[in-house]
């Protein structure tokens, strides 16, 4: 129940209290005896991701209420990362995770709830959901709103990622036409390993989502009857005071890290790893991503780094499935939220090799999910899905051109400025540089499209969408605002990046580069005022998360 107890809603003290939430419809036995349970609900009618989730909340709250506790909803931020695809407000999408973090900890802090089941489907709401739970640490949970169905094109399976490709390659107005009708068919988190889906999963390894749950489809009924039962499932973690804190050690992160390896999710998952670690105060890195990029390699094989999509994996056995196959490598005996232990859950749990998921002993690449990179362009760490790399780009080597904004590359590209052998360095496009750490999708998608992804690399302090593909390094730290290496890099400087072996190093004697130090100036600002000022002015670096977290990790 509430920090300040019963009396809380009680006696003469909760009088005014009472008095406002039977105003709003609230029974008096209910405000009184019933735990107060918040559901902020992350709909909004612009995107697929959440325009489903009003019925998904309805069957939260009913599980709730028959569990015998009392639901109160409210909304939080929600927005579609690719409504600013290629525009400047693409930005705002990864402050997004701390504003929908704040969100939820104000209503509920101010509201006194006694647990949380958040409804959450996409890229950084979802993580910001999660950084919530670890803040205020109450009972929490997420429900989320499942993955969309894939599109067919002339007889051909199509994902949301194809329009693009298929823009700048060239294709008329009719048939771009033809192919919007048919790419996106239901609400959902867009069905490859984008970072909607990765966080998806990853729930259930944070031990926020109900096991079995994260990747039902949006247009499966299973989804609203699971959403009932988390409800229910909510009002008996808070009776038992199950909190994330309990929930969430060091060896539960890193489960997460093994499986996100595993699964090639996402890169910016190693954001949202770190910053939950920040939240609560374990000491989780970069090094904790290294570690295990040289143990575990890709056993599934949803795109990117496959044919197959997240409602296959979810035929497959989803999360669970995944699980079994790691469980050689898994701490076992951390808890879940069902009140076992992953070992004890996952001895019922049976998984069967094929082309989609595959055991440890046989992987779909003899690669890690991800790879962390370190060298002179980024001794504090940078990040590739090698598993997105066409094999001729594992190992590069070629001439630096740099812009300072993803507008700016892909002009080049579409002009033929951007040659085979080039290296395409991306600055000012970081957590403070941007500000926000912008996705970049522009110019990634031109070199899809035009087939440079085969010839042409892209080194940058900005993240990129699980969507992507290609020789992609990003998160590069110490980022070019903060005087990194990559600020001083200039037309013609050759790089180098290894994804076997985990370097990115600009092949610049320490002379020359402590010479441009000296001229180098660091510049204002982007932005003046508002969310985006103050995120650059309080974020940690990408290589701790790139969140709003200005205090020490052992924070109290």
Request: hydrophobic residues 40%.
């Amino acid at each position: 129940m509430s920090k300040y107890g019963p009396e809380f809603w009680n006696g003469e003290s909760g009088a005014h209290r009472r008095v406002m939430m039977k105003a709003a419809g609230y029974g008096d036995l209910d405000i009184r005896t019933k735990p107060h349970i918040g559901v902020p609900n992350s709909f909004q009618e612009g995107s697929p991701g959440t325009a489903h989730l009003r019925q998904i909340a309805e069957a939260v709250k009913q599980g709730i209420w028959a569990a015998g506790g009392i639901p109160v909803e409210f909304g939080i931020p929600a927005t579609c990362g690719n409504i600013p695809n290629g525009v400047e407000e693409m930005k705002y999408e990864q402050v997004l995770r701390d504003i929908v973090c704040m969100s939820v900890e104000a209503v509920s802090k101010v509201h006194q709830f006694d647990g949380i089941c958040m409804i959450a489907s996409c890229d950084n709401i979802i993580a910001g959901c999660y950084q919530a739970a670890a803040r205020l640490d109450i009972p929490a949970m997420v429900v989320t709103g499942g993955c969309m169905s894939a599109g067919n094109y002339c007889g051909q399976q199509v994902v949301e990622a194809d329009v693009d490709v298929a823009r700048f390659s060239g294709k008329s107005n009719e048939e771009l036409m033809e192919l919007e009708e048919c790419v996106c068919p239901t609400c959902g988190a867009c069905p490859s390993m984008g970072t909607a889906n990765t966080m998806q999963l990853m729930g259930e390894i944070f031990n926020l989502v109900l096991p079995g749950t994260s990747c039902i489809p949006a247009v499966d009924s299973l989804k609203i009857r699971k959403a009932r039962e988390a409800g229910m499932h909510m009002v008996e973690m808070v009776k038992q005071n199950m909190r994330p804190s309990q929930l969430i050690t060091r060896e539960t992160l890193l489960n997460a890290i093994i499986f996100d390896m595993a699964i090639a999710g996402s890169t910016n998952a190693l954001l949202h790893i770190l910053a939950m670690g920040y939240e609560l105060g374990i000491d989780i890195s970069m090094e904790d991503f290294e570690k295990y990029a040289k143990e575990i390699r890709c056993i599934v094989g949803v795109i990117p780094s496959g044919p197959y999509t997240i409602n296959d994996l979810y035929h497959a056995g989803g999360a669970l499935a995944v699980m079994k196959m790691l469980e050689s490598k898994l701490f076992l005996d951390v808890p879940t939220m069902t009140g076992t232990t992953w070992g004890e859950l996952l001895k019922h749990v049976h998984a069967k090799s094929s082309d989609l998921l595959r055991s440890l002993d046989n992987p779909l690449y003899d690669l890690p999910g991800l790879q962390i990179l370190r060298g002179n362009l980024a001794p504090n760490g940078a990040i590739i899905r090698p598993t997105g790399v066409p094999e001729e780009m594992r190992v590069f080597r070629g001439k630096a051109k740099c812009f300072d904004n993803d507008t700016k590359a892909y002009n080049a590209i579409v002009a033929g400025e951007i040659v085979p052998g080039d290296v395409i360095v991306m600055r000012y496009e970081g957590c403070k540089g941007a500000p926000g750490m912008k996705e970049l999708m522009l110019s990634n998608d031109a070199l899809v499209a035009r087939g440079l992804h085969k010839s042409v690399g892209l080194v940058t302090d900005a993240r990129f969408s699980g969507f992507s593909h290609g020789a992609l390094v990003g998160h590069v730290s110490p980022e070019a605002y903060d005087g990194g290496v990559i600020a001083l890099v200039e037309d013609g400087d050759y790089v180098t990046v290894d994804t076997i072996k985990g370097v990115v190093n600009l092949e610049v004697s320490d002379e020359e580069l402590a010479a441009r130090r000296e001229k180098w100036v660091c510049p204002p600002l982007k932005e003046q005022k508002g969310c985006l000022n103050i995120f650059a002015r309080t974020c940690r670096p990408a290589h701790e998360g790139g969140a709003m977290q200005p205090w020490d990790r052992d924070a109290k």
